[in-house]
């Protein structure tokens, strides 16, 4: 699967995580629906990851975006007089952000690795053709 539909899939989880808390708490704090604007902005990169030519860039700002959530996430979870589904899904955010930054990091090595090996086939390739000549 590629990386772009992985960040629209966390985004959505994401969105019904925020959604769902906030309903269920009957929250009329609107902080609780951060997990939801989260997953919408990671929605929105990952729409424009699809491009080729925005990718990088929009991987990138996801990224930034995962790491900040689980952050916030795990830093607001210890604070007392919380409801259980205010730990929940605090808890469910901060779970979701970092496996989404796990997979998005082990994604960024890998097209690393294969841009380089791609860029040592093609110096190696110009290497025998000046051999050649």
Same mark, same amino acid.
């Given at each position: $699967?590629?990386?772009?539909?992985?960040?629209?899939?966390?985004?959505?989880?994401?969105?019904?995580?925020?959604?769902? /808390?906030?309903?269920?708490? &009957?929250?009329?704090?609107?902080?609780?629906?951060?997990?939801? /604007?989260?997953?919408?902005?990671? $929605? /929105?990169?990952?729409?424009?990851?699809?491009?080729?030519? *925005? *990718? $990088?860039?929009?991987?990138?700002?996801? /990224?930034?975006?995962?790491?900040?959530?689980?952050?916030?996430?795990? =830093?607001?979870?210890?604070? #007392?007089?919380? #409801?259980?589904? &205010?730990? &929940?899904?605090?808890?469910?955010?901060?779970?979701?952000?970092?496996?989404?930054?796990?997979?998005?990091?082990? #994604?960024?090595?890998? =097209?690393?690795?294969?841009?380089? =090996?791609?860029?040592?086939?093609?110096? #190696? &390739?110009?290497?025998?053709?000046?051999?050649?000549?």
């Amino acid at each position: $699967m590629k990386m772009y539909a992985v960040t629209v899939l966390f985004g959505v989880l994401l969105v019904i995580t925020g959604v769902t /808390v906030f309903i269920q708490t &009957g929250s009329t704090q609107k902080t609780a629906l951060i997990p939801a /604007v989260l997953g919408g902005i990671l $929605m /929105v990169c990952g729409l424009l990851a699809a491009n080729e030519a *925005r *990718r $990088m860039m929009a991987m990138h700002i996801a /990224v930034m975006v995962g790491l900040l959530g689980f952050i916030g996430s795990i =830093a607001t979870l210890f604070k #007392s007089g919380q #409801s259980s589904w &205010g730990i &929940g899904g605090k808890s469910t955010s901060a779970v979701l952000c970092a496996l989404f930054v796990f997979l998005c990091v082990r #994604s960024f090595i890998q =097209a690393r690795r294969a841009r380089e =090996a791609l860029e040592a086939e093609t110096d #190696s &390739g110009e290497e025998k053709a000046e051999v050649e000549d």
